[in-house]
Each structure stands twice: as structure tokens, then as C-alpha cells.
């Protein structure tokens, strides 16, 4: 089975429509029908939208499953923006396995982000860079080469000292 096929079989057992989908994705219905007759290949960063939606990990669409190799263009990757923080997601849940994803970012000297808490276990990696790393209540200096493995359901935040590039792996606990 293609991926166009299980995009429709697993969009139709969810009850959703083509325009349905391609709303909650921010494709256009046409995308949606491309994909599903196959006259389209959808991007690694869309398929892992059309598989977070519709609340699968994104192996469910590829092809083999025992596939030995994955090539993720740096176009095809899914970039967020917000309050400083810049990331690049490498390989969302699901492609390595579906609690796992793979992350890069980079914050600004004196940027911050702010206390908070997850259900996630995070392992990052310092690749360029200083920061302070705040958690459950201790100071944990880094820079280049170190790392940090912590669960994220204690208080924990980010104070950078130098520009900041690292890797992120997430483990989600759900």
C-alpha cells in the first residue's frame, strides 16, 4: 500500500473529509486529493502534520517499515520561530520511533525561556555557545560539548550567555 492510500484508508477510519484534513494540515483540498491518488509525494513536514492529525506516528505512511535509510532535505524540515527561540525539528515522532523526536536550536545571547514543565524526557546537546540551565531550583552551567538529560516534569529554563546552537532528543512520556 502507497502512501496516498493510507493517507485516505486512515483519513476516512477518523471521519474526516478531504477538506476537512486539508484544513486542519493548511493545505488546499486539491493537495489533499494529489496525495491520495498519488499524483503528488507530500513533503516529510506535511506528512508528519497529516500523521499528527490524524493521530498516527508518520511510519505508518512509509512505505517499508524496515526501511534501512531516510534522506531529510533541509527544505523538507519544520522550522518554529517564537519568543527568540529558533528550532528546527529533524525527525518528528514517530519516524525513529513514536515517542521520539529530534530537534536543532539555536537562542540569541540573553534570551530566555521562562520557566515551565513538560511530560517530556529531554536530552540536549551544547553545540556552540554558553547558557545557564535552571533546574529544580540549581544552576547548571553549559557550553560547547555539554549535555543535559532531565526529566521535564520539575521546573527547568534556559538563561543564554553566548549565542546558543544545540540538539534536542525528546522523549515523550504520555
Known amino acids: 500500500m502507497d502512501v496516498g492510500n493510507r493517507v485516505r484508508t486512515l483519513r476516512k477510519n477518523a471521519k ?6 486539508a484544513d486542519l494540515v493548511g493545505v488546499s483540498n486539491t493537495t ?3 496525495i491520495e491518488t498519488g499524483q ?3 513533503s516529510v513536514a506535511l506528512l508528519s502534520l ?3 492529525n490524524l493521530g498516527h506516528p508518520i511510519t505508518r505512511f512509509l512505505n ?3 526501511q534501512d535509510i531516510h534522506v ?3 527544505e523538507d524540515g519544520v522550522f518554529v520561530d517564537s519568543a527568540g527561540l529558533q528550532l528546527r525539528l529533524l525527525v518528528p515522532y514517530g519516524m525513529v520511533a513514536d515517542e521520539i523526536s529530534i530537534s536543532t ?3 540569541r545571547k540573553s534570551d530566555r525561556i521562562a520557566f515551565h514543565r513538560n511530560k517530556e524526557v529531554e536530552f540536549s546537546y551544547v553545540t556552540k555557545g554558553k547558557c545557564i540551565f535552571h533546574y529544580d531550583g540549581k544552576p547548571h552551567p553549559l557550553g560547547p560539548k555539554d549535555a543535559v538529560l532531565f526529566s521535564g516534569k520539575k521546573l527547568h529554563a534556559v538563561e543564554v550567555l553566548e549565542d546558543l546552537e544545540f ?3 525528546m522523549f515523550n512520556k504520555s
Open 50 to 52: 497529516i500523521a499528527q
Open 72 to 74: 531529510l532535505n533541509h
Open 40 to 42: 503528488q509525494s507530500p
Open 32 to 34: 489533499i486529493h494529489r
Open 64 to 66: 517499508e517499515p524496515t
Open 105 to 107: 536550536g539555536q537562542l
Open 16 to 21: 474526516l473529509t478531504m477538506k476537512q484534513l
Open 167 to 169: 540538539l534536542a532528543v
